[in-house]
């Protein structure tokens, strides 16, 4: 079993910064592509931006610019910098994982997620 465990969220104003993270821990071979999704009230969850293992990222486009995705793979841990934060970005953000067990099974893993609000 693989557990997710994010930190980093809080109460900021807009145009400020945060910084999320999310370290995985448990037994597997290596982690593929990990990322970051955001619900706010009300709405579906979106995907906000992933990183392959290679460093590889993608961005949604209302983050491009604003936002930084990277990982440290000896750490098994994705961060997400986020700037120039305005109150749409408030939302619960959630770490994601696919875990690789071998060569063939893999499995996506959720974090708990944690609060990000940004007042005006």
């Known amino acids: 079993q693989v557990q997710l465990v994010e930190s980093g969220g809080g109460l900021v104003q807009a145009g400020e910064s945060l910084k999320l993270s999310c370290a995985a821990s448990g037994t597997f071979f290596s982690i593929n592509v990990m990322g970051w999704y955001r619900q706010a009230p009300g709405n579906q969850r979106e995907w906000v931006a992933t990183v392959t293992s290679d460093g590889t990222t993608r961005y949604t486009d209302s983050v491009k610019g604003r936002f930084t995705i990277s990982r440290d793979n000896a750490k098994n841990t994705v961060y997400l910098q986020m700037n120039s934060l305005k109150p749409e970005d408030t939302a619960v953000y959630y770490c994601?994982?696919?875990?690789?067990?071998?060569?063939?099974?893999?499995?996506?893993?959720w974090g708990q997620g944690t609060q990000v609000t940004v007042s005006s």
């Open positions: 994601n994982a696919d875990v690789r067990y071998d060569t063939v099974y893999s499995q996506h893993y």
